[in-house]
C-alpha cells in the first residue's frame, strides 16, 4: 500500500472504543485500541505524504446481531437517539465513508457530535450521572454470551477482587 501509494483501510471499532461502559472492560480495551491503532496509522500516511492511501475508524453502537443478543438502547427518548444499530445500516454508511473518503465514522450521527462535547466539556461524575439516568451502563445487564469460546464467568470480577 505505502509502496503504491494507494489503499484503504477500515478499522472497525464500536462506541465502547470511545467511552468505557459498564461490565464491556475487555471488549472496550480492544476497541480503544483499535481507535488509537486507527488514528496512528492516519497520522502516519498524512506525514508521509501518502495521498493516495486512506483510512476510516467505523465505531458503531450496538448493531442488532446475535453478537449483542440482549444488550438494550438507552431508556426513553434517548434510546431514539442512540437506536441498536441495523446490519445494512452500518455496511451502507461504511460504504459511504470509505467513498468519501471520512476517516472517522460514529453511528448513530448523533453521537458523531455528542460524545467528544460530554468528554470534552463536562466533568467525569457527570457524564457517569448522565450515563446512569439515559441507562448507558445498564445496557449490557442482559447481555447474552453466543461465542462458543467464552470467556470463563467463573473467575472472580474486578469488583469482587478489588478490596478496600
Avoid at 469460546?149 to 478496600?164: G, Y
Wanted: aromatic content about 10%; charged content about 15%.
Amino acid at each position: 500500500m505505502m509502496e503504491r501509494n494507494h489503499g484503504h483501510v477500515v478499522s472497525v471499532s464500536s462506541m465502547a472504543g470511545l467511552v468505557g461502559i459498564a461490565n464491556m472492560m475487555d471488549y472496550s480495551a480492544s476497541k480503544h485500541a483499535v481507535v488509537g491503532l486507527s488514528e496512528s496509522l492516519r497520522t502516519e500516511m498524512k506525514r508521509l505524504k501518502l495521498d493516495g492511501a486512506h483510512s476510516t475508524c467505523v465505531c458503531p453502537f450496538f448493531v442488532r446481531t446475535g453478537m449483542f443478543a440482549g444488550a438494550t438502547a438507552p431508556h426513553g427518548c434517548f434510546g431514539w437517539l442512540v437506536p441498536l444499530l441495523e446490519p445494512h445500516y452500518v455496511v451502507d454508511r461504511m460504504i459511504e465513508a470509505i467513498r468519501y473518503r471520512e476517516t472517522f465514522l460514529v453511528l448513530p450521527a448523533f453521537c458523531h457530535y455528542v460524545v467528544p462535547l460530554l468528554y470534552g466539556v463536562l466533568p467525569r461524575w457527570m457524564i457517569d450521572c448522565i450515563f446512569e439516568v439515559v441507562g448507558i451502563n445498564g445496557s449490557m445487564e442482559e447481555f447474552v454470551q453466543t461465542r462458543n469460546n467464552a470467556v470463563d464467568t467463573s473467575t472472580p470480577s474486578l469488583s469482587e477482587t478489588v478490596t478496600t
